[in-house]
């Protein structure tokens, strides 16, 4: 569902990360990580990463309220409690034994975990919150975890709580309706449950990572909690990061949000890196390019966690715990190989170490027939190594939104036009910045692991979309264009020009979308100048593609593969 607000937060930039998996296969991998914490040294990440996936199997079960669920939850407290001791839990085999003779269902609708995958939200910083709250109170606590996430983040609450010997259980909930303002309702057993904490005069305790930009999840869940009967100053969120119930977009965000009590970690385990130099936030411009004139447009609140290290030797990114860290290291070993990216290997907690790349950052200046054609190789070489099976896309919804939004003209096309048969992990940051010309004239690619499959749009798509963003970045002429498309056909066997239209509007359309969405969140001058520097870019790049639907729209609807229009406001 599209994010809507007023003004430019109208926009849909987010795509549904939800994905359809076999049941047998997400068990697999369970059992799998489950396992090697047998096999091998029990460290942190490893019992991290296997509770990460019995969060997310758990998560999918309440969903459909499987008659399995029991036997996930029972494994996933078993994995939160191993946390601190790092050590096999005494009933962790035989947890393992049970689930393996489950009978799970055959497909499984998956929800990434968002603050392990993309926000460099730590487990053990939420164990030593849960520890804080443990010595606040000596009732009994009531913890509820919002899906996804705070199915992991629950269990770890609960398991510090019970180490403190406060009597403690935990269910999950599941808010729905629009993301800006969600509702819950209790099931009859979760009502139940509830009625039960409060006959133990216990201590309500919502955990999920955020809030997010409306805070409604957590409103929802502590509403519905007042209409059945606990008193308010007996509920606590526990979130991931401080925050201002000014910047919420629920519904009378800052009266409701003020009712409640609300906490978060203070961040601790990162503090191994406090002796390195952090460039999050948009700040890695201040080092790398110089003159703000220069600085491209950033959404600062979700670039990734990041730092130089002291000796400028390596960049340490934040890249996802678990099988999400474990996808992109695969991705930039495979880059590194292929001489197309840094060396890259694991630094422990969620981040990837890359190599320090000498040299200079491209401009569009600097384009030429040899550059040209290593964007060209690049472009064959992951539409040949990151392919990916088909898979639902949100393109053409993304697509149709937007262009509503921005342009007020509605089309009505065909759903094959950007549904692409031949899925990529893709780049998509394909600015010249992103380049980098070392001493000896080699030009490598840097960050270029993440953003083609996280929770931004486009995901996996075809390689039409990374070859846009190059023609659109670059600034490319009618002869360039032509050059490197007709380079990358050569080169793949694929000839992307059918679609390069297409492909080439959407991607203005969202990178237009995603620019004025991140506008309204930045407070520094710097950042909101790049912003408008690159919306007025791809506006006036979006308008003469559009313009011939004011004389000729039949024509251009047929050369663009769009069947059929029609103008919003006739």
């Known amino acids: 569902m599209p994010n809507q607000s007023a003004g430019d937060a109208n926009f849909w930039v987010f795509r549904d990360g939800r994905r359809n998996v076999p049941g047998s296969s997400v068990l697999s991998e369970l059992l799998g990580a489950v396992e090697g914490l047998s096999d091998h040294p029990i460290t942190p990440n490893r019992v991290i990463s296997a509770l990460i996936r019995a969060g997310e199997l758990e998560s999918a079960l309440a969903d459909i309220d499987s008659s399995s ?104 909930v599941r808010p729905t309706g629009h993301p ?7 099931t009859p057993l979760q009502l139940e ?39 308010r100053e007996r509920i606590m969120f526990l979130g991931s990061r401080p925050v201002d119930p000014s910047h919420l977009c629920a519904r009378n965000a800052v009266s409701r949000w003020n009712h409640f009590r609300f906490t978060c970690p203070e961040p601790t385990v990162y503090q191994r890196f406090s002796n390195d130099l952090y460039i999050g936030g948009g700040i890695w411009r201040k080092l790398f390019i110089s003159g703000k004139a220069k600085w491209p447009a950033c959404w600062p609140q979700m670039e990734r966690f990041k730092f130089l290290s002291r000796d400028e030797a390596s960049i340490l990114k934040f890249e996802g715990f678990g099988r999400f860290g474990e996808e992109v290291l695969h991705r930039a070993q495979r880059l590194a190989g ?5 060396s890259a290997e694991d630094a422990g907690d969620g981040m990837i170490r890359y190599s320090m790349v000498p040299g200079n950052l491209l401009e569009s200046a600097d384009l030429s027939t040899a550059l040209l054609d290593r964007i060209a190789q690049y472009c064959a070489f992951r539409k040949r190594e990151f392919s990916v099976p088909e898979q639902p896309s949100q393109l053409v919804e993304m697509f149709r939104f937007n262009l509503l939004q ?37 030009v490598v690619k840097v960050d270029a692991c993440t953003h083609g499959d996280d ?38 066997g694929d000839d992307p020009r059918p679609r390069i239209s297409v492909f080439t509007l959407a991607y203005l359309l969202f990178r237009l979308a995603y620019c004025r969405m991140a506008k309204t969140t930045v407070f520094e001058a710097d950042d909101e100048l790049a912003l408008q520097r690159a919306i007025s870019r ?30 919003a406001a006739d």
């Open 538 to 567: 791809y506006r006036a790049l979006a308008e003469p593609r559009l313009a011939d639907f004011q004389t000729s729209p039949i024509a251009v609807a047929t050369k663009l593969g769009f069947p059929n229009y029609s103008r």
């Open 455 to 492: 929770h931004f749009f486009p995901g996996p798509t075809d390689i039409a979309w990374d070859l846009a963003g190059a023609i659109v970045e670059w600034n490319l002429d009618a002869d360039a264009t032509e050059f490197l498309l007709a380079r990358y056909h050569r080169l793949a």
């Open 193 to 231: 449950w509830v009625h039960r904490q409060q006959d133990l005069s216990a201590d309500f305790l919502i955990v999920d990572e955020g809030p997010g930009r409306s805070g409604s999840s957590f409103l929802s869940i502590g509403e519905a909690l007042v209409s059945a009967g606990v008193a």
């Open 338 to 342: 292929a001489g197309f990216g840094p």
């Open 69 to 172: 669920l029991g036997l996930v939850e029972q494994l996933t407290n078993e994995l939160a409690g191993m946390l601190r001791a790092c050590g096999p839990g005494p009933d962790l085999r035989t947890l393992a034994a049970n689930l393996s003779r489950a009978v799970l269902p055959e497909s499984l609708v998956l929800s990434p975990p968002e603050g392990f995958a993309y926000y460099a939200l730590h487990p053990m910083d939420f164990a030593s919150l849960a520890e804080v709250t443990a010595a606040t109170s000596s009732r009994a606590a009531a913890v509820i975890g919002i899906r996804s996430i705070g199915t992991s983040l629950s269990a770890i609450v609960t398991a510090a709580l019970r180490s403190h010997g406060r009597l403690t259980e935990r269910i999950t």
């Open 406 to 442: 921005a342009f007020e003209i509605d089309l009505n096309f065909d759903e094959e036009v950007l549904a692409s048969k031949n899925p990529v992990l893709l780049d998509a940051r394909m600015q010249p910045h992103e380049w980098i010309r070392q001493p000896d004239g080699r």
């Open 180 to 186: 800006y303002n969600r509702e819950l309702q209790f």
